[in-house]
Structure formats: structure tokens, C-alpha cells
């Protein structure tokens, strides 16, 4: 081999090296997150996504080094994601003890009162007035949703039919498939409702009252890595200064409590 040919040879080689080091880079400094219509705080308009968790993390990720790709998921896609470590960030991620095999939780940005609320048909509502009325009923969930212990390991609520998300259970539920849903998003519930028309609603007397923590979940996977702890401190940095407040009523909403 000649001098210049192996020059050649080896600038090519190195020039190779390079390109691969960058595409590691680039690809390190990137998040993929999954984004579901959850609003106020999460909204899907046709190709848009908007909200003021989409744009708390885009914000916190920059802060240190990263950019953030969003995709449209339902939520059971979004923790498989998670499990598997397709997926590196779901924000409202709900913290149960299933998860935390899993899922590392960012935050959190907020406590928030989400009640878990019991939508009947109107005139029904006191056929549901303490926790134990529910044993009598049948019961839509949604797919791999975190309501509250006790509902979520109760056998005795042996009337459960699954939907995916929704605008099933909305359908499922005008067409007389159960009785109550268990609602955890009032207002995207009620957005399905009403993109089918339907007003023939109210809520059972009974609801279930708690406070729980605003997480971004993170997929164990990637949280290992530097990712972690400088999302956690840019997130908590965030909270400490307002500017969770701020985002948040910039889109109308009320500063949350932390």
C-alpha cells in the first residue's frame, strides 16, 4: 500500500469514527416522550401538541443539553415504552408501587386535588353512595390506569370492563355496556361526551378524594445515565424560582400547589 492510499485509508477511517461519535451524541441528547390528550395540561389539536407539561419539560430539558421528541401514544403503549426503554419520558405519571420497578419519577412539579370522581347516568347518581355500593355495580377503567389502592386491588369489584381510552369508554358507556366509570380526567371524559353529543350525564354522591404528586415518569433504563439527576435538579430549579407557576398560568390555569 502506498503512503497516500494509506493516508487515505486512514483519514477515511477517522472521518467514520467521527460521524458514528456525533450520531451517539445526537442521539444521547435526545428525549423521546409520549404525549396523550390529557387537557387542561396536556392538549392534542389535530398535529399540535400544547399544554403546559409539554413545554415544563422542553424547557427543563434545554436547560441542560437535551431536546425532547414528542409522539402520540395511549397511555398503555406510553408504560410499555417505559418498561422496555423505547420511551424516556410520559409526563403524568401517576406513582404506584407496580411502576416503580420501572419507572424513576421526575419531580414532583406539583400536588394536585384529583379526585376520582364516578359518572353514572342522570337520576343514577345516588346508586352509588359509599365505596362498598361499588361492589354492586359494573365499572369501566381504562387500560392500565392508577385510580387508588384500594379500588385497584379490590377482587370484589369483579365487574370491571376495560377500554382503551376515552372516547371508548364514552361510547361504551352511552351504549349501556356498565354502569359507572371511574374518572380520573373529568374534563377529557367529558370531552368525549360531548364529541358524541351526549349530555345524559351526572357523578355518583360517592368520590374518592386524594391528593397526589404531578410526576414525569422516566423509563429505569434511562435513568441511569446523567439524564436523571440533571432533569431532576432543572425541574426542582424550576418549581423553587415560580416558573412552574408562571407556565402554568400563562395557559389560564391556577399556580400549582408543591
Known amino acids: 500500500m502506498s ?90 405519571t401517576i406513582r404506584n408501587e407496580q411502576r416503580e420497578a420501572f419507572v424513576a419519577y421526575l419531580g414532583p412539579i406539583a400536588v394536585q386535588q384529583k379526585d376520582i370522581l364516578f359518572l353514572v347516568k342522570k337520576g343514577r347518581e345516588r346508586s352509588i353512595r359509599r365505596y362498598e355500593d361499588l361492589h354492586e355495580v359494573s365499572v369501566g377503567v381504562k387500560r392500565k390506569t392508577a385510580y387508588f389502592p384500594r379500588f385497584d386491588k379490590d377482587s370484589a369489584i369483579d365487574k370491571r370492563v376495560t377500554g382503551g381510552d376515552d372516547f371508548v369508554l364514552a361510547r361504551m358507556f352511552i351504549g349501556g355496556r356498565f354502569d359507572t366509570v371511574a374518572i380520573l380526567d373529568q374534563t377529557a371524559i ?34 441511569h445515565s446523567a439524564r436523571y439527576p440533571a432533569l431532576q435538579k432543572a425541574l426542582a430549579d424550576m418549581v423553587a424560582s415560580g416558573r412552574v407557576a408562571e407556565i402554568f398560568t400563562g395557559y389560564g390555569l391556577p399556580a400549582p400547589e408543591h
Open 190 to 223: 367529558e370531552s368525549a361526551l360531548a364529541g358524541y353529543g351526549f349530555r345524559d350525564y351526572a357523578y355518583a354522591d360517592y368520590r374518592h378524594r386524594q391528593r397526589i404528586g404531578n410526576y414525569y415518569g422516566m423509563s429505569r433504563r434511562s435513568s
Open 3 to 92: 503512503h497516500a492510499l494509506g493516508a487515505s485509508w486512514f483519514s477515511a477511517l477517522l472521518l467514520g469514527a467521527a460521524i458514528s461519535w456525533s450520531a451517539v451524541q445526537a442521539q444521547d441528547a435526545e428525549l423521546m416522550a409520549d404525549f396523550r390528550h390529557r387537557p387542561p395540561e396536556m392538549v392534542v389539536e389535530g398535529q399540535r401538541f400544547s399544554g403546559p407539561l409539554k413545554e415544563i419539560m422542553e424547557e427543563a430539558a434545554a436547560k441542560v443539553g437535551y431536546r425532547v421528541n414528542w409522539r402520540l401514544a395511549p397511555f398503555s403503549r406510553s408504560l410499555h415504552g417505559l418498561e422496555s426503554g423505547d420511551v424516556d419520558i410520559v409526563p403524568r
